[in-house]
Each structure stands twice: as C-alpha cells, then as structure tokens.
C-alpha cells in the first residue's frame, strides 16, 4: 500500500510563490513515476506536472509551464511543485500521484495511487 501526504499549501496573493511536497510511505519510491494534479471548484481534475522514476523526464500542462517546477529527491521519498508567478485561476485542491505500472503519468487514467490533496488559494 502506498500512502501519498501532501503539504505546503496554504493562502498566497498573486505573483507569490508556494512549494508543495508530497511524501511517500513506500520503500522503492524511485520505482515510481510522480506527478501533480489541481482540482479548482466546479472543474475537472487536471494533470499540472508529471516527472519520471529518475527525474530525468519532466511533463508541464500548458498552463503552469515555465512558473511551476516539478522535482522529486528519492533518498527523502518526497516530489516537489514549486510554483511562481501565482494567478488567481491557480486556486484548486493540488494532490499528488503515482504509477508503479508507468514511466510518466499524463492523465488520471495512469495513476494508481492518490494523495488526499491540498488547498491552494491565490487572492488577486
């Protein structure tokens, strides 16, 4: 059984900067590919960022490239969202992910294993 703890999220006005980390209760955490998902009010869950067993390989929706950064140290069993440059439309409930059976995640479909989430809030 993996368990995901996400943290770090919190109250942030636009234009600042937040840094999630998610943990995880698994030895072989390098054997998983990670990723972060945002689910904002009334939307469908998306994929934000995904990274790769080594972190060699790095995945950006459209709408987070070059403020958010995704990394992972697997010595801690932990991955990373830093995010600048926060916006309003940024607010969501942001969760990690993680496959066992993928090298990347890019979509729900190929994640196994689920944080509960944590609460994003951007005032402008």
């Known amino acids: 059984q993996v368990r995901l703890i996400e943290s770090g999220g919190g109250l942030v006005q636009a234009g600042g900067s937040l840094r999630l980390s998610c943990a995880a209760s698994?030895?072989?955490?390098?054997?998983?590919?990670m990723g972060w998902f945002r689910q904002a009010p009334g939307k469908e869950r998306e994929i934000v960022a995904s990274?790769?067993?080594?972190?060699?390989?790095?995945y950006y929706a459209d709408s987070v490239a070059g403020r958010f950064t995704i990394s992972r140290d697997n010595a801690k069993n932990t991955v990373y969202l830093q995010m600048n440059s926060l916006k309003s439309e940024d607010t969501a409930v942001y969760s990690c992910?993680?496959?066992?059976?993928?090298?990347?995640?890019?979509?729900?479909?190929?994640?196994?294993?689920w944080g509960q989430g944590t609460r994003v809030t951007v005032s402008s």
């Open positions: 992910a993680g496959a066992y059976s993928y090298s990347m995640i890019y979509s729900a479909r190929n994640s196994e294993y």
């Open positions: 698994v030895r072989t955490f390098s054997t998983y590919a």
């Open positions: 990274i790769s067993r080594n972190g060699g390989n790095t």
